[in-house]
């Protein structure tokens, strides 16, 4: 299987940086894509950002210009680099990976992380 492993979590301050990071470690035999969701007490999941293998990357509006998703393909490793935090950046930040396994099947799979909490006091 694949298991996705997320560090890099913790205390900030407004204004501050904080950097994620999430390995993805199994019986992998290609990765589409990755990227990192949240969820705020009391609101839905939303999605940060994601990058493909070519490199392409999408943001959610409100981190435009705030936070970076990187990729290293392989190391099988994603990013997120967060930088002028609020305390609305406040969440449980997930990571999110689409992989192919090692085997006859050839169809993605999704897999998740358990979850690295990022607290922006103000």
């Known amino acids: 299987q694949v298991q996705l492993v997320e560090s890099g979590g913790g205390l900030v301050q407004a204004g501050g940086s904080l950097r994620l990071s999430c390995v993805a470690s199994?019986?992998?035999?290609?990765?589409?894509?990755m990227g990192w969701y949240r969820q705020a007490p009391g609101k839905q999941r939303e999605l940060v950002a994601t990058?493909?293998?070519?490199?392409?990357?999408n943001y959610a509006d409100s981190v435009k210009g705030r936070f970076t998703i990187s990729r290293d393909n392989p190391k099988n490793t994603v990013y997120l680099q967060m930088n002028s935090l609020k305390p609305e950046d406040t969440a449980v930040y997930y990571c999110?990976?689409?992989?192919?396994?090692?085997?006859?099947?050839?169809?993605?799979?999704?897999?998740w992380g358990k979850g690295t909490l990022v607290t922006v006091s103000s």
């Open positions: 990058v493909i293998s070519g490199g392409s990357t």
């Open positions: 999110n990976a689409n992989a192919k396994l090692v085997g006859p099947f050839q169809f993605g799979m999704e897999f």
């Open positions: 199994g019986s992998i035999a290609s990765i589409n894509y």
